[in-house]
Nanobody, 114 residues
Framework: QVQLVESGGGLVQPGGSLRLSCAAS????????MGWYRQAPGKEREWTAT???????NYADSVKGRFTISRDDAKNTVYLQMNSLKPEDTAVYYC????????WGKGTLVTVSS
């Protein structure tokens, strides 16, 4: 059993910044990839960013240059630093841990609005 808990969501003005965290706990038996996905109201869930077990980072074109994903293996935590936020970034952001298994958090809401 692995649990993922996201935090750091909230209301922010356009152009502002937020930092999301996702802490994993439970029986984590090996190195895993971790990623962030988001789902806006009425839209499909979409991939946003990933960081592999070896530290390789990839980003969706929509967030390149604005978002940064990182991980702290000692804490089993992945972060998403979000800068220059736009209203279209408004969504529920979900954390994912995958590799041998696949786990998802319950999400944290990010609202970008004035």
């Amino acid at each position: 059993q692995v649990q993922l808990v996201e935090s750091g969501g909230g209301l922010v003005q356009p152009g502002g910044s937020l930092r999301l965290s996702c802490a994993a706990s439970g029986s984590i038996s090996s190195m895993n990839h971790m990623g962030w996905y988001r789902q806006a109201p009425g839209k499909e869930r979409e991939w946003t960013a990933t960081i592999t077990s070896s530290g390789r980072r990839n980003y969706a074109d929509s967030v390149k240059g604005r978002f940064t994903i990182s991980r702290d293996d000692a804490k089993n935590t992945v972060y998403l630093q979000m800068n220059s936020l736009k209203p279209e970034d408004t969504a529920v952001y979900y954390c994912r841990l995958y590799g041998g298994m696949d786990y998802w958090g319950k999400g944290t809401l990010v609202t970008v609005s004035s």
